[in-house]
């Protein structure tokens, strides 16, 4: 009986024996699996890259942009050419000068009468009417010389601002058709009765008074 004990001890065992040293052959054949480092959704790559100290790509600052070097060492603007010869016609080329109007100039000359007209008035009239028509016509047919009459009787206005005390030929200047300057011809009553004298004043009276209004 005891020997039969003995016998299945043994026979016992030897199987756990035979198990173990099994289990411990197939762990030494099994190929060995490196660690896995952090979670199962981030890459390995990044893992390492980490672990080594090395910064990410959203840790690198991205590029600057450097200008461009122009040709005297000074950063090159933008939208600007780099072109010298191009660069000197830009600045070369000329501004655009400004539209200069010209304002109309004329010379009324205005005979100022009465109502009730003497021999001499209508004479100082006649005479000067008929020379400036002979010796400005020119002036006359382009519109820079007018000639009008006006009883001051009926504009009244023109007594205060010719300061008119007697029938008068008064040269009056317009720019745009605003009085700028006026003269009385005070001469014709004493010169009228000389046709020479009379035509050499209101000759020369127009040409200066035409002469400022080019």
Request: negative net charge.
């Amino acid at each position: 009986m005891n020997a039969t004990r003995t016998v299945l001890m043994i026979v016992l065992l030897l199987f756990v024996g035979a198990t173990v040293g099994t289990l411990i052959a197939q762990e030494v054949s099994r190929p060995e699996t490196p660690p896995i480092v952090g979670n199962d959704t981030e890459p390995a790559g990044e893992s390492a890259g980490i672990a080594a100290g090395v910064p990410s790509m959203d840790d690198v600052a991205p590029p600057i942009d450097v200008p461009a070097q122009s040709d005297e060492g000074e950063p090159a603007e933008p939208g600007i050419p780099s072109d010298p010869e191009l660069t000197q016609a830009v600045a070369a080329s000329p501004e655009p000068a400004s539209l200069a109007v010209d304002l109309p100039c004329i010379i009324e000359a205005t005979y100022f009468h009465n109502t009730n007209r003497c021999v001499t008035c209508l004479k100082i009239e006649g005479d000067a009417k008929a020379i400036v028509e002979a010796e400005f016509a020119d002036q006359i047919a382009t519109g820079k010389l007018r000639w009008v009459t006006i009883n001051m009787e009926d504009e009244r206005a023109y007594i205060s601002q010719y300061n008119l005390v007697s029938p008068s030929l008064v040269l009056i200047r317009k720019v745009a058709d605003q009085v700028v300057d006026w003269v009385t011809l005070e001469e014709t009553w004493a010169l009228v009765r000389s046709s020479t004298r009379y035509s050499d004043y209101i000759i020369s009276s127009f040409e200066a008074f035409l002469g400022e209004c080019p």
